[in-house]
């Protein structure tokens, strides 16, 4: 099925400056029609208001590459079980998107664009349906866990261990939706902070950001014997087969979460190769697992650590030149290593690109693409401005 992406994208930039109504407008759309999905969705919406929107527009401006497309909606699809979305679910979202667009685009409005609009969410719906009915019914919609224990790093970063009821499948590198009973239905991916452990235990890496109400619940509500619930694990920043012949990882802020998973993981291989871990923080204070960070250099040769922090007496944002000084310094040299880059969303655009003009082969750079869309350091593509909350003075004109 071919589908006129550049109608879409038109149209999009037609609605584009009223995306924030629109959205409002596609939910109450959704659930006057269909008050039966309305608990899915958290109380407050103000947060969550615009990310399923998001994902969709985004999604259907990529249905040129049908690719790409499959591969970011497959693991959504899979992903979409912890909310209980069943096929019928599907087309009510389907016809609240297009009424919402619709309403906003006025004359604009066309024919072949309701049919191009059709024809994408058509597709989108197709894959994410067959992604969650891949999954054996066997297999949990979510796993529900106990905090074993929960540690306050700094003012704003907890660091959480939970041990889910039921074996909770994952890879080193993954990451998994958490939502607790002190923010219902409000989910955030996190990535796991270890390998997979005896104990089954999972260890969660999260700063309080502002206004953020999971964040919020997690650092500052949540204790020892409370409770969360996971979604699946999903990802693909994972260790590649040929991982044991030396790494580069580069790990800013709570970013270090995967990439302490990874060198676990590298831990586990028979023979393990070198690994060199740069990790930035914006103070020293910011280095939250020091503990953490000293027990593996100790106990592995193979890995080498620098933190990348600004200079005595300088400003915060210094240390964003010294984390590329160091990586340029290290990679150079060595062009055929895989590197693992997790943190902001800028630091990894950053890196990505210093690591390009030094000839590295993007494919072996790995990083996590669902967590950055997700995170509060965004790029700003025409999609991904629904998912950032902005000020728009005239909308909010009062
Ligand atoms: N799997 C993943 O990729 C994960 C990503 N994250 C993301 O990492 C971020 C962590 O946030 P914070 O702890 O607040 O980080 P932060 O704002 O404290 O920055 C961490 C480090 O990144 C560097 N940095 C930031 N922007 C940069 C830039 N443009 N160029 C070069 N270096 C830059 C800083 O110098 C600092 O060393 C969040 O956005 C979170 O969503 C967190 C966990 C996992």
């Excluded at 894959?127 to 969650?132: L, N, P």
């Excluded at 224990?149 to 590198?173: K, M, Q, S």
């Excluded at 000293?294 to 193979?302: G, I, Q, V």
């Excluded at 990505?352 to 350091?377: C, M, N, V, W």
Aim: aromatic share 8%; proline share 7%; net charge negative.
């Amino acid at each position: 099925m071919s589908i006129n992406t550049a109608l879409i994208e038109w149209s999009f930039s037609v609605v584009e400056r009223r995306a924030d109504q629109l959205s409002k407008y596609f939910y109450a759309h959704l659930f006057h029609h269909n008050p039966g999905v309305r608990h899915m969705f958290p109380e407050q919406m103000d947060e969550q208001q615009d990310r399923l929107f998001a994902a969709l527009t985004a999604a259907a401006m990529n249905a040129a590459d049908p690719e790409a497309l499959v591969a970011y909606l497959r693991p959504l699809g899979f992903d979409h079980r912890k909310f209980d979305t069943r096929p019928e679910h599907y087309p009510a979202v389907g016809a609240s998107l297009i009424a919402a667009l619709k309403m906003f685009s006025g004359d604009a409005w066309t024919q072949e664009i309701e049919e191009a609009w059709v024809a994408a969410y058509g597709l989108i719906s197709q894959v994410m349906i067959a992604a969650a009915e891949e999954v054996p019914a066997s297999t949990p919609r979510w796993w529900d866990a106990e905090v074993v224990h929960h540690e306050l790093r700094t003012g704003d970063i907890a660091v959480l261990t939970v041990r889910p009821h039921l074996p909770y499948p994952f890879e080193a590198g993954q990451h998994a939706a958490l939502t607790v009973p002190e923010a219902p239905q409000v989910w955030r991916p996190y990535s796991i902070a270890n390998a997979p452990r005896i104990d089954g235990s999972l260890e969660f890496h999260v700063r309080r950001i502002e206004r953020g109400r999971l964040s919020t619940a997690l650092v500052d509500r949540v204790r020892s014997g409370g409770s969360v619930r996971l979604g699946p694990a999903i990802g693909s920043m994972t260790l590649q087969p040929d991982s044991g012949h030396g790494l580069l990882c580069v790990a800013g802020g709570t970013g270090w979460a995967p990439v302490k998973a990874i060198i676990e993981a590298v831990a586990a291989l028979p023979r393990p190769g070198e690994v060199r871990l740069i990790l930035g923080a914006r103070t020293e204070r910011e280095v939250y697992d020091l503990d953490g960070l000293e027990r593996l250099a100790k106990t592995y040769d193979w890995l080498d650590v620098t933190a990348a922090l600004p200079p005595e007496g300088g400003e915060p944002e210094e240390a964003d030149a010294e984390l590329l000084r160091q990586v340029g310094e290290y990679a150079r040299n060595r062009p055929g290593r895989q590197v693992y880059v997790s943190g902001p969303s800028g630091m990894v655009r950053a890196v990505e690109k210093q690591l390009g003009a030094l000839g590295f082969d993007p494919d072996h750079i790995r990083r996590d693409a669902y967590i950055h869309q997700h995170s509060t350091d965004r790029p700003t593509s025409p999609a991904e401005w629904f998912l950032s909350k902005r000020d728009i003075p005239w909308i909010h004109s009062r």
